[in-house]
T-cell receptor, first 112, second 110 residues
């Protein structure tokens, strides 16, 4: 099915562990984004990508790593998870910088 | 820096038009205005966007003032399923990212 999918939907991990959140889109959209959403902060941009092998930092990139070796995938890695990274993570994609973007259903990450 | 100002909450009677205002007084000439909404626990959903002309699609209408310093999203016949947080966003011209503010929490009342 066409769309944007995030996995896993829920994840519990321990402090200090590395964890990777996956995002896959089937439209061959050029642009992909990672946001986190926390109570009191709304949605904040972590990283974005304008095309394969092109990534750039958003508002809150510290502690995160991204890659984009293929157009359809944009994984987000927490290199050493901290409790402050407990959040809901949303991935989004879009065809161009002046178009609307489609968001995934989110990954709820808990770091204990 | 969201660059937009929205009221924190609004109510609307079911079946009536919901008019959601947004101020973006520092908008630049080439910056679009976008509207998204987020229903509880779901990912944000794109609604509409525009540059200077009014826009309409199957979900809503977007009215942008002539000076482009403010806009209004209109849901013509609000239903209970339109209860959500509505975000008005201006894309910063130094990058390609959207910055979401705190939005307007719209409650549609039966």
């Amino acid at each position: 099915d066409a769309g944007i999918t995030q996995s896993p939907r829920y994840k519990i991990t321990e402090t200090g562990r590395q964890v990777t959140l996956m995002c896959h889109q089937t439209w061959s959209h050029s642009y992909m984004f990672w946001y986190r959403q926390d109570l009191g902060h709304g949605l904040r941009l972590i990283y974005y990508s304008a095309a394969a092998d092109i990534t750039d930092k958003g508002e809150v990139p510290d502690g995160y790593v991204v890659s984009r070796s293929k157009t359809e995938n944009f994984p987000l890695t927490l290199e050493s998870a901290t409790r402050s990274q407990t959040s809901v993570y949303f991935c989004a994609s879009g065809p161009g910088q002046d178009n609307g973007y489609t968001f995934g259903s989110g990954t709820r990450l808990t770091v204990v | 820096d969201a660059k937009t100002t929205q009221p924190p909450s609004m109510d609307c009677a079911e079946g009536r038009a919901a008019n959601l205002p947004c101020n973006h007084s520092t908008i630049s000439g080439n910056e679009y205005v976008y509207w998204y909404r987020q229903i509880h626990s779901q990912g944000p959903q794109y609604i509409i966007h525009g540059l200077k002309n009014n826009e309409t699609n199957e979900m809503a209408s977007l009215i942008i003032t002539e000076d482009r310093k403010s806009s209004t999203l209109i849901l013509p016949h609000a239903t209970l399923r339109d209860t959500a947080v509505y975000y008005c966003i201006v894309r910063v011209n130094t990058g390609n990212q959207f910055y979401f503010g705190t939005g307007t929490s719209l409650t549609v009342i039966p």
